[in-house]
């Protein structure tokens, strides 16, 4: 079994900055993927942005300018720093990661940006 364990959510005022943190903790073979995903009100979970195992990242197009994934692979460990957040950025994002052709989910981080 793998864990995946999320940090860092929190509330900010619109153009403020977070950082969410995804630690993958338990049976670890090889990680493939690991990825950020968020549902926002009214919304479907959507893909925010995914990092490879090569290093290579995918964003959301409304992300990708403020938005950086990167990982920390001596420690199973993913960030997600967002930058000049926006209120459409509201919602709850999940951790995902592909550890040995199986995908597994963290419960979530609530991320609120209002005035």
């Known amino acids: 079994q793998v864990q995946l364990m999320e940090s860092g959510g929190g509330s900010v005022q619109p153009g403020g900055s977070l950082r969410l943190s995804c630690a993958a903790a338990?049976?670890?073979?090889?990680?493939?993927?690991m990825a950020w995903h968020r549902r926002t009100p009214g919304k479907q979970r959507e893909l925010v942005a995914q990092i490879e195992s090569n290093g290579a990242t995918l964003y959301k197009d409304s992300v990708r300018d403020r938005f950086t994934i990167s990982k920390d692979n001596d420690e199973n460990i993913i960030f997600l720093q967002m930058n000049s957040l926006k209120p459409e950025d509201t919602g709850v994002y999940y951790c995902s990661s592909n550890v040995d052709l199986r995908l597994y989910w963290g419960q979530g981080t609530h991320v609120t940006v209002s005035p």
């Open positions: 338990g049976s670890i073979g090889r990680i493939y993927t």
